[in-house]
Protein backbone atom coordinates (compact mmCIF):
# COMPACT_ATOMS: atom_id res chain seq x y z
CA UNK A 1 0.00 0.00 0.00
CA UNK A 2 1.23 3.69 -0.94
CA UNK A 3 1.19 5.89 1.77
CA UNK A 4 3.79 8.72 0.80
CA UNK A 5 1.27 11.33 2.14
CA UNK A 6 1.53 9.80 5.68
CA UNK A 7 4.43 7.91 6.65
CA UNK A 8 6.37 11.77 6.60
CA UNK A 9 4.16 13.29 8.71
CA UNK A 10 4.16 10.67 11.20
CA UNK A 11 7.92 10.13 11.74
CA UNK A 12 8.07 14.12 11.71
CA UNK A 13 5.56 14.24 14.44
CA UNK A 14 6.72 11.75 16.80
CA UNK A 15 9.69 13.66 17.23
CA UNK A 16 13.47 12.58 19.27
CA UNK A 17 12.59 10.65 21.94
CA UNK A 18 14.50 8.41 24.42
CA UNK A 19 15.67 4.78 23.95
CA UNK A 20 13.44 3.82 26.95
CA UNK A 21 10.39 5.38 24.99
CA UNK A 22 10.74 2.42 21.44
CA UNK A 23 10.42 -0.13 24.46
CA UNK A 24 6.55 -0.79 23.50
CA UNK A 25 3.33 -1.52 25.04
CA UNK A 26 2.76 -4.74 22.73
CA UNK A 27 0.20 -7.31 22.51
CA UNK A 28 -0.10 -10.55 19.74
CA UNK A 29 -2.66 -12.95 18.89
CA UNK A 30 -2.27 -15.64 16.37
CA UNK A 31 -4.55 -17.84 14.89
CA UNK A 32 -5.30 -21.00 13.41
CA UNK A 33 -8.08 -21.91 11.44
CA UNK A 34 -9.68 -25.12 9.54
CA UNK A 35 -12.44 -24.07 6.71
CA UNK A 36 -14.39 -27.40 5.93
CA UNK A 37 -17.50 -26.08 3.09
CA UNK A 38 -20.45 -27.72 2.87
CA UNK A 39 -21.36 -28.65 -0.60
CA UNK A 40 -20.00 -29.35 -3.87
CA UNK A 41 -17.85 -26.57 -5.80
CA UNK A 42 -19.15 -25.20 -8.90
CA UNK A 43 -15.99 -25.23 -10.47
CA UNK A 44 -13.31 -28.14 -10.01
CA UNK A 45 -10.30 -26.10 -8.74
CA UNK A 46 -12.45 -24.83 -5.90
CA UNK A 47 -11.17 -26.16 -2.24
CA UNK A 48 -13.74 -28.46 -0.19
CA UNK A 49 -11.44 -27.62 2.97
CA UNK A 50 -8.46 -25.59 4.02
CA UNK A 51 -6.40 -24.05 6.48
CA UNK A 52 -5.43 -20.81 6.94
CA UNK A 53 -3.04 -18.37 9.69
CA UNK A 54 -3.13 -15.10 10.71
CA UNK A 55 -1.09 -13.21 13.07
CA UNK A 56 -1.70 -9.48 14.46
CA UNK A 57 -0.15 -7.26 16.43
CA UNK A 58 -0.93 -4.24 18.91
CA UNK A 59 2.41 -1.94 19.62
CA UNK A 60 1.95 1.62 21.23
CA UNK A 61 4.67 3.88 22.47
CA UNK A 62 4.12 7.10 24.46
CA UNK A 63 6.04 9.46 22.56
CA UNK A 64 5.33 12.29 25.44
CA UNK A 65 2.98 13.59 27.97
CA UNK A 66 0.21 13.92 25.21
CA UNK A 67 1.34 11.64 22.31
CA UNK A 68 1.43 8.42 21.38
CA UNK A 69 2.47 6.12 18.68
CA UNK A 70 0.75 2.70 17.35
CA UNK A 71 1.22 0.23 14.97
CA UNK A 72 -0.95 -2.92 14.29
CA UNK A 73 0.34 -4.97 11.49
CA UNK A 74 -1.46 -8.01 10.37
CA UNK A 75 -0.55 -11.08 7.33
CA UNK A 76 -2.39 -14.29 6.52
CA UNK A 77 -1.67 -17.19 4.41
CA UNK A 78 -4.38 -19.31 3.47
CA UNK A 79 -3.62 -22.82 1.88
CA UNK A 80 -6.03 -22.25 -1.30
CA UNK A 81 -6.97 -19.25 -2.14
CA UNK A 82 -3.91 -16.68 -3.39
CA UNK A 83 -5.70 -13.35 -2.97
CA UNK A 84 -6.67 -14.63 0.90
CA UNK A 85 -2.93 -14.59 1.59
CA UNK A 86 -1.64 -10.99 2.06
CA UNK A 87 -0.82 -8.90 4.22
CA UNK A 88 -2.10 -5.12 5.90
CA UNK A 89 -0.95 -2.21 7.98
CA UNK A 90 -4.05 -1.96 9.94
CA UNK A 91 -3.16 0.85 12.00
CA UNK A 92 0.20 3.16 12.06
CA UNK A 93 -1.15 6.69 13.49
CA UNK A 94 0.52 9.01 15.55
CA UNK A 95 -1.37 11.01 17.92
CA UNK A 96 -1.44 13.80 20.19
CA UNK A 97 -4.35 15.59 22.03
CA UNK A 98 -5.20 18.40 24.50
CA UNK A 99 -8.04 18.93 26.63
CA UNK A 100 -10.70 19.20 24.39
CA UNK A 101 -8.75 17.86 20.89
CA UNK A 102 -7.13 15.08 19.30
CA UNK A 103 -5.15 14.66 16.28
CA UNK A 104 -4.19 11.29 14.57
CA UNK A 105 -2.05 11.44 11.09
CA UNK A 106 -0.91 8.03 9.30
CA UNK A 107 -2.77 4.90 8.71
CA UNK A 108 -6.24 4.11 11.24
CA UNK A 109 -9.46 2.25 11.72
CA UNK A 110 -12.50 4.06 12.37
CA UNK A 111 -15.64 2.28 13.16
CA UNK A 112 -19.04 3.96 12.22
CA UNK A 113 -22.60 2.09 13.25
CA UNK A 114 -24.90 0.60 16.11
CA UNK A 115 -26.92 -2.13 14.11
CA UNK A 116 -26.06 -5.89 14.21
CA UNK A 117 -26.89 -7.22 10.64
CA UNK A 118 -25.84 -4.29 8.59
CA UNK A 119 -23.23 -0.79 8.70
CA UNK A 120 -24.76 1.15 6.30
CA UNK A 121 -22.95 4.03 7.54
CA UNK A 122 -19.10 2.75 8.09
CA UNK A 123 -17.97 4.37 5.40
CA UNK A 124 -14.09 5.78 6.26
CA UNK A 125 -12.22 2.02 5.77
CA UNK A 126 -12.52 -0.34 2.59
CA UNK A 127 -13.96 -3.74 3.36
CA UNK A 128 -11.17 -6.12 3.57
CA UNK A 129 -13.64 -9.31 1.92
CA UNK A 130 -11.64 -12.25 1.51
CA UNK A 131 -11.39 -12.47 5.38
CA UNK A 132 -14.82 -12.17 6.37
CA UNK A 133 -17.92 -12.73 4.25
CA UNK A 134 -19.99 -10.42 7.07
CA UNK A 135 -17.45 -7.43 6.19
CA UNK A 136 -17.13 -7.03 9.47
CA UNK A 137 -13.07 -6.42 8.68
CA UNK A 138 -11.56 -3.71 7.26
CA UNK A 139 -8.31 -2.42 5.97
CA UNK A 140 -6.01 0.33 7.43
CA UNK A 141 -6.72 3.66 5.70
CA UNK A 142 -4.48 6.67 5.05
CA UNK A 143 -5.94 9.74 7.24
CA UNK A 144 -5.97 13.08 8.69
CA UNK A 145 -8.26 12.83 11.79
CA UNK A 146 -9.22 15.76 13.69
CA UNK A 147 -11.20 15.18 17.09
CA UNK A 148 -13.24 18.31 19.13
CA UNK A 149 -14.68 17.67 22.07
CA UNK A 150 -17.63 20.12 23.15
CA UNK A 151 -20.53 20.20 25.49
CA UNK A 152 -22.54 20.67 21.88
CA UNK A 153 -21.25 16.77 21.31
CA UNK A 154 -18.27 15.59 19.22
CA UNK A 155 -17.19 16.58 15.92
CA UNK A 156 -14.79 14.92 13.85
CA UNK A 157 -12.92 15.70 10.39
CA UNK A 158 -11.64 13.43 8.07
CA UNK A 159 -9.12 13.69 5.28
CA UNK A 160 -8.34 10.73 3.13
CA UNK A 161 -5.56 11.21 0.62
CA UNK A 162 -4.97 7.57 -0.68
CA UNK A 163 -7.89 4.87 -1.57
CA UNK A 164 -7.44 1.35 -0.66
CA UNK A 165 -9.55 -0.87 -3.43
CA UNK A 166 -11.98 -3.94 -1.83
CA UNK A 167 -10.00 -7.58 -1.63
CA UNK A 168 -11.74 -10.01 -3.55
CA UNK A 169 -11.32 -14.02 -3.30
CA UNK A 170 -9.11 -15.42 -6.26
CA UNK A 171 -11.66 -17.09 -8.65
CA UNK A 172 -10.45 -20.92 -6.79
CA UNK A 173 -11.12 -19.29 -3.73
CA UNK A 174 -14.29 -19.87 -2.12
CA UNK A 175 -17.07 -18.14 -1.36
CA UNK A 176 -15.73 -16.25 -4.55
CA UNK A 177 -18.08 -14.47 -7.73
CA UNK A 178 -16.81 -17.56 -9.85
CA UNK A 179 -15.61 -15.23 -12.34
CA UNK A 180 -11.88 -13.17 -11.99
CA UNK A 181 -12.24 -10.22 -10.71
CA UNK A 182 -9.70 -7.65 -12.76
CA UNK A 183 -8.37 -4.21 -12.11
CA UNK A 184 -10.23 -1.62 -10.81
CA UNK A 185 -11.38 1.00 -12.94
CA UNK A 186 -12.07 4.62 -11.13
CA UNK A 187 -14.42 7.47 -11.89
CA UNK A 188 -12.09 10.13 -11.19
CA UNK A 189 -8.96 10.51 -12.73
CA UNK A 190 -7.07 10.92 -9.95
CA UNK A 191 -7.93 7.09 -9.58
CA UNK A 192 -6.50 5.99 -5.80
CA UNK A 193 -5.21 9.48 -5.45
CA UNK A 194 -8.30 11.37 -4.99
CA UNK A 195 -8.57 13.34 -1.97
CA UNK A 196 -11.88 12.55 0.24
CA UNK A 197 -13.43 14.40 2.66
CA UNK A 198 -15.44 13.47 5.72
CA UNK A 199 -17.34 15.31 8.74
CA UNK A 200 -19.21 13.42 11.51
CA UNK A 201 -20.78 14.71 14.53
CA UNK A 202 -22.24 12.61 17.77
CA UNK A 203 -23.50 13.35 20.79
CA UNK A 204 -25.29 11.53 24.25
CA UNK A 205 -28.41 12.74 25.56
CA UNK A 206 -30.39 11.32 28.42
CA UNK A 207 -34.16 10.65 27.99
CA UNK A 208 -36.12 9.90 31.58
CA UNK A 209 -32.40 8.76 32.88
CA UNK A 210 -32.12 6.62 29.64
CA UNK A 211 -29.19 6.86 27.06
CA UNK A 212 -29.58 8.25 23.68
CA UNK A 213 -26.84 8.33 21.15
CA UNK A 214 -27.16 9.95 17.87
CA UNK A 215 -24.35 11.22 15.59
CA UNK A 216 -24.73 12.91 11.85
CA UNK A 217 -22.18 12.26 9.13
CA UNK A 218 -21.24 13.80 5.90
CA UNK A 219 -19.16 11.90 3.35
CA UNK A 220 -17.98 12.78 -0.26
CA UNK A 221 -15.49 10.94 -2.62
CA UNK A 222 -14.41 7.55 -3.98
CA UNK A 223 -17.39 4.92 -2.98
CA UNK A 224 -16.24 1.99 -0.74
CA UNK A 225 -18.59 -0.22 -2.54
CA UNK A 226 -17.46 -0.85 -6.18
CA UNK A 227 -19.99 -1.58 -8.67
CA UNK A 228 -18.91 -4.86 -10.47
CA UNK A 229 -18.81 -4.55 -14.31
CA UNK A 230 -19.21 -7.72 -16.58
CA UNK A 231 -15.61 -7.29 -18.97
CA UNK A 232 -16.55 -8.13 -22.34
CA UNK A 233 -13.98 -10.31 -24.60
CA UNK A 234 -14.69 -11.07 -27.99
CA UNK A 235 -14.28 -15.24 -28.91
CA UNK A 236 -14.56 -15.68 -32.07
CA UNK A 237 -16.55 -12.56 -32.67
CA UNK A 238 -18.82 -13.23 -29.80
CA UNK A 239 -18.94 -11.54 -26.63
CA UNK A 240 -17.91 -13.60 -23.70
CA UNK A 241 -18.59 -12.49 -20.23
CA UNK A 242 -14.40 -12.99 -19.03
CA UNK A 243 -14.69 -11.39 -15.27
CA UNK A 244 -15.86 -9.01 -13.29
CA UNK A 245 -13.60 -5.37 -13.05
CA UNK A 246 -14.55 -3.24 -9.86
CA UNK A 247 -16.05 0.58 -10.83
CA UNK A 248 -15.71 2.77 -8.28
CA UNK A 249 -17.75 6.20 -8.57
CA UNK A 250 -17.58 9.39 -6.56
CA UNK A 251 -20.39 9.70 -4.03
CA UNK A 252 -21.95 12.19 -1.53
CA UNK A 253 -23.23 10.66 1.45
CA UNK A 254 -25.28 11.79 4.44
CA UNK A 255 -25.77 8.79 7.09
CA UNK A 256 -26.95 9.27 11.06
CA UNK A 257 -27.14 6.64 13.42
CA UNK A 258 -29.44 6.47 16.67
CA UNK A 259 -29.14 4.26 19.84
CA UNK A 260 -31.82 4.61 22.87
CA UNK A 261 -31.68 2.13 25.78
CA UNK A 262 -34.83 1.82 27.76
CA UNK A 263 -34.94 -0.98 29.97
CA UNK A 264 -34.04 -4.42 28.34
CA UNK A 265 -34.36 -2.81 25.22
CA UNK A 266 -32.36 -1.41 22.63
CA UNK A 267 -33.36 0.55 19.60
CA UNK A 268 -31.20 0.84 16.58
CA UNK A 269 -31.08 2.65 13.70
CA UNK A 270 -28.86 3.54 10.60
CA UNK A 271 -29.74 5.64 7.20
CA UNK A 272 -28.52 7.39 5.02
CA UNK A 273 -28.93 9.10 1.25
CA UNK A 274 -26.40 8.57 -1.52
CA UNK A 275 -25.98 10.76 -4.52
CA UNK A 276 -23.68 9.67 -7.90
CA UNK A 277 -23.26 11.83 -10.65
CA UNK A 278 -24.52 11.34 -14.02
CA UNK A 279 -21.65 9.86 -15.19
CA UNK A 280 -21.65 7.24 -12.78
CA UNK A 281 -25.13 6.27 -13.25
CA UNK A 282 -24.68 6.08 -17.45
CA UNK A 283 -21.85 3.62 -16.54
CA UNK A 284 -24.33 1.36 -14.50
CA UNK A 285 -26.94 1.98 -17.51
CA UNK A 286 -24.66 1.08 -20.16
CA UNK A 287 -24.02 -2.30 -17.83
CA UNK A 288 -28.10 -3.25 -17.79
CA UNK A 289 -28.11 -2.09 -14.03
CA UNK A 290 -29.87 0.84 -12.56
CA UNK A 291 -27.76 0.27 -9.07
CA UNK A 292 -26.34 3.83 -9.12
CA UNK A 293 -28.92 5.61 -9.05
CA UNK A 294 -29.38 8.28 -5.67
CA UNK A 295 -31.21 6.39 -3.42
CA UNK A 296 -31.74 6.02 0.62
CA UNK A 297 -31.34 3.31 2.48
CA UNK A 298 -32.12 2.11 6.34
CA UNK A 299 -31.34 -0.48 8.72
CA UNK A 300 -33.05 -0.41 11.89
CA UNK A 301 -34.88 -2.67 15.02
CA UNK A 302 -33.85 -3.56 18.42
CA UNK A 303 -32.07 -6.29 20.97
CA UNK A 304 -34.21 -7.26 23.98
CA UNK A 305 -32.21 -8.74 26.99
CA UNK A 306 -33.83 -11.67 28.67
CA UNK A 307 -31.59 -11.74 32.13
CA UNK A 308 -31.11 -14.94 33.62
CA UNK A 309 -34.69 -16.94 32.08
CA UNK A 310 -33.65 -20.03 32.51
CA UNK A 311 -32.49 -20.19 36.25
CA UNK A 312 -28.51 -21.10 37.20
CA UNK A 313 -28.31 -22.96 33.74
CA UNK A 314 -24.53 -24.37 33.22
CA UNK A 315 -23.46 -23.09 36.84
CA UNK A 316 -24.27 -19.36 35.76
CA UNK A 317 -27.26 -17.38 35.11
CA UNK A 318 -27.91 -17.24 31.33
CA UNK A 319 -28.77 -14.20 29.60
CA UNK A 320 -31.04 -14.13 26.09
CA UNK A 321 -30.62 -11.20 23.56
CA UNK A 322 -33.76 -11.19 21.46
CA UNK A 323 -32.88 -9.31 18.00
CA UNK A 324 -34.97 -8.14 14.94
CA UNK A 325 -33.71 -5.62 12.36
CA UNK A 326 -34.91 -4.37 8.93
CA UNK A 327 -32.88 -3.68 5.94
CA UNK A 328 -34.81 -1.39 3.69
CA UNK A 329 -33.26 0.43 -0.03
CA UNK A 330 -35.68 2.27 -1.52
CA UNK A 331 -33.96 0.76 -4.86
CA UNK A 332 -36.03 -2.09 -4.30
CA UNK A 333 -34.61 -5.24 -6.14
CA UNK A 334 -31.86 -2.94 -7.60
CA UNK A 335 -30.32 -2.30 -3.93
CA UNK A 336 -28.01 -5.13 -4.21
CA UNK A 337 -27.72 -7.62 -0.77
CA UNK A 338 -30.35 -5.86 1.43
CA UNK A 339 -32.59 -4.09 -0.17
CA UNK A 340 -35.74 -5.39 2.06
CA UNK A 341 -34.65 -8.12 4.12
CA UNK A 342 -35.87 -9.03 7.84
CA UNK A 343 -33.09 -10.22 10.37
CA UNK A 344 -33.99 -12.47 13.18
CA UNK A 345 -31.33 -13.63 15.88
CA UNK A 346 -30.66 -14.41 19.29
CA UNK A 347 -27.88 -13.26 21.44
CA UNK A 348 -26.61 -15.87 24.32
CA UNK A 349 -24.49 -14.89 27.37
CA UNK A 350 -23.25 -17.51 29.66
CA UNK A 351 -21.91 -15.13 31.94
CA UNK A 352 -19.26 -17.80 32.58
CA UNK A 353 -15.74 -17.64 33.78
CA UNK A 354 -14.65 -18.40 29.83
CA UNK A 355 -17.25 -15.31 28.44
CA UNK A 356 -18.87 -18.16 26.35
CA UNK A 357 -21.23 -16.40 24.10
CA UNK A 358 -23.20 -17.88 21.10
CA UNK A 359 -24.82 -15.69 18.20
CA UNK A 360 -27.29 -16.97 15.68
CA UNK A 361 -29.01 -14.43 12.53
CA UNK A 362 -31.07 -15.33 10.14
CA UNK A 363 -31.68 -12.88 7.30
CA UNK A 364 -34.94 -13.74 4.59
CA UNK A 365 -35.11 -11.56 1.90
CA UNK A 366 -38.92 -10.99 1.69
CA UNK A 367 -38.51 -9.81 -2.54
CA UNK A 368 -37.52 -13.12 -3.25
CA UNK A 369 -38.73 -16.38 -0.74
CA UNK A 370 -36.03 -18.30 -1.82
CA UNK A 371 -33.15 -16.68 -0.71
CA UNK A 372 -32.09 -16.07 2.91
CA UNK A 373 -28.63 -17.43 5.12
CA UNK A 374 -27.95 -18.01 8.36
CA UNK A 375 -24.99 -17.38 10.75
CA UNK A 376 -23.66 -19.07 13.86
CA UNK A 377 -20.71 -17.17 15.40
CA UNK A 378 -19.61 -19.18 19.03
CA UNK A 379 -16.99 -18.24 21.24
CA UNK A 380 -15.25 -18.95 24.48
CA UNK A 381 -12.24 -19.15 26.37
CA UNK A 382 -10.01 -22.18 26.52
CA UNK A 383 -7.02 -20.80 28.70
CA UNK A 384 -6.12 -17.97 30.13
CA UNK A 385 -4.43 -16.54 26.79
CA UNK A 386 -6.64 -18.57 24.45
CA UNK A 387 -9.82 -19.11 22.58
CA UNK A 388 -11.32 -21.23 20.50
CA UNK A 389 -14.32 -20.24 18.00
CA UNK A 390 -16.97 -21.19 15.66
CA UNK A 391 -18.54 -19.96 12.56
CA UNK A 392 -21.37 -21.30 10.36
CA UNK A 393 -22.44 -20.00 7.32
CA UNK A 394 -25.13 -21.14 5.42
CA UNK A 395 -26.77 -19.60 2.25
CA UNK A 396 -29.70 -20.45 0.10
CA UNK A 397 -30.90 -18.14 -3.18
CA UNK A 398 -33.11 -19.80 -6.33
CA UNK A 399 -33.71 -16.88 -8.30
CA UNK A 400 -30.82 -15.59 -10.50
CA UNK A 401 -31.39 -11.72 -10.12
CA UNK A 402 -30.74 -11.92 -6.65
CA UNK A 403 -27.49 -12.07 -7.66
CA UNK A 404 -25.12 -11.59 -4.95
CA UNK A 405 -26.68 -14.27 -2.63
CA UNK A 406 -26.81 -16.74 -5.85
CA UNK A 407 -23.39 -17.05 -6.58
CA UNK A 408 -22.82 -18.42 -3.56
CA UNK A 409 -25.46 -20.83 -2.55
CA UNK A 410 -23.06 -23.65 -2.60
CA UNK A 411 -20.53 -22.17 -0.55
CA UNK A 412 -21.91 -22.51 2.82
CA UNK A 413 -19.04 -23.46 5.48
CA UNK A 414 -18.07 -24.05 8.96
CA UNK A 415 -15.20 -22.75 10.51
CA UNK A 416 -13.22 -23.22 13.47
CA UNK A 417 -10.51 -21.28 15.24
CA UNK A 418 -7.83 -21.44 17.81
CA UNK A 419 -6.31 -18.11 19.03
CA UNK A 420 -3.65 -17.68 21.17
CA UNK A 421 -2.81 -14.08 22.61
CA UNK A 422 0.53 -13.39 24.37
Known amino acids: MRSRYLFPLVLW ?24 FLQQPWLDDQPERGVSVYGLGDMAWDTGDSSRLTFKPFYRYDSEDSERTHGDIRELQFQWWGSSWEVRAGIGKVFWGVTESLHLVDVINQTDQV ?44 PSALLPVKSAVYQSSDKENHIDLALRWSRSFEIDGWPLDISADIFSGTSRQPFLLPDITLVDGNPLVSGLRPYYPQVTEAGMTLQHTVGSWLWKLEALHRDYDASAQQV ?27 GDCCDSPLDLGILMEYQG ?36 DLDYSGSRSLMVEASTRMTSFSTMSLNLWWFAADNREDEVLYSIRQDDFVELSYTVFF
Open 284 to 310: AEDAGNETLQDHQAMVGGFEYTLVGPF
Open 131 to 174: EAVDGEDKLGQPMLHGIWLHDAGTLEAFVLPYFRERTFSSEDGR
Open 329 to 364: DLRSEEGGLAQNDLFVGTRWAFNDADSSEVLVGFTQ
Open 13 to 36: AAGPVNAAQWLPDADFEVSLEYRE
